[in-house]
């Protein structure tokens, strides 16, 4: 799974089987388009409840968004190096001028563990009910995140047992809303960010069987699905808010 290590010891990976490349990057440019719709729908329940949650609802969808994006553009850079022959390669490829696949395989990697970490921690801001005028506390997490994905450099699989840790406690504190208000779209939610820590287990173990990252891609995949739910219903009728 390891092609190479790049300047600055930074690692350079690939988890898929080979049958499965490109089919992890279309299911990653679906959740990219999941994440999108999270995006304006959060911003759109701001606009309707003037609740600030949601503006750092999209905040945190924007980040995942961002963490797709550069894992797609990594994991192409190895499966198809033929792009920068095109034009359009060609001109990316002279402007970072000695960079090769791995190199920029290695580099999205760490710009993927960024910014997933910081949207599930911003997600963990929110459900946590820490406004953003407690400032030391939020600077802490936010260096919390850039030591994460320092050590997630280190291994891959750290990534994962640092996103498996901060959607555990995500879920359990939906969980526990939903236990308070008893309602759907608090149901949906608390479902949907299980599945997501459900995929983040999986992803832990990737290292043993390539097959375990599929798995782990189809679950994901289905999470961010499933959370787009509750944020349609808030747009289409008024909500009785998810505290």
């Known amino acids: 799974m390891v092609f190479e290590s790049v300047p600055y010891g930074l690692p350079s990976y690939v988890f898929s089987p080979n049958w499965f490349y490109g089919f992890d990057s279309i299911i990653e440019l679906i959740a990219i388009l999941v994440s999108i719709l999270l995006v304006y729908y959060s911003y759109k329940c701001f606009k309707l409840t003037k609740e600030k949650k949601y503006l750092y609802f999209s905040a945190a969808f924007l980040s995942l968004t961002f963490g797709f994006i550069a894992k797609i553009i990594g994991t192409l850079a190895i499966y198809k190096p033929s792009i920068t022959r095109t034009a359009l390669g060609s001109s990316i490829h002279e402007a970072f001028t000695g960079l090769t696949p791995y190199n920029i395989n290695a580099i999205a990697l760490v710009m993927h563990f960024f910014f997933m970490l910081l949207g599930f921690m911003i997600l963990f801001l929110i459900i946590s009910r820490l406004t953003w005028k407690n400032q030391r506390v939020i600077a802490l997490l936010v260096y919390f995140v850039f030591i994460a994905t320092w050590l997630s450099i280190i291994h891959y699989q750290l990534f994962y047992f640092t996103s498996f840790v901060l959607l555990s406690l995500i879920t359990y504190s939906y969980y ?14 608390t479902i949907a960010f299980g599945i997501l820590l459900i995929s983040q287990a999986f992803f832990v173990f990737v290292i043993y069987s390539r097959i375990v990252y599929v798995l782990a891609e189809l679950i994901q995949l289905l999470g961010f699905v499933y959370l787009l739910i509750p944020f349609i219903l808030i747009f289409r009728k008024r909500p009785r808010i998810i505290k």
């Not at 526990?176 to 939610?189: D, I, L, M, P, T």
């Open 176 to 189: 526990q809303n939903y236990r308070e208000v008893k309602s759907k779209k608090a149901g949906f939610v």
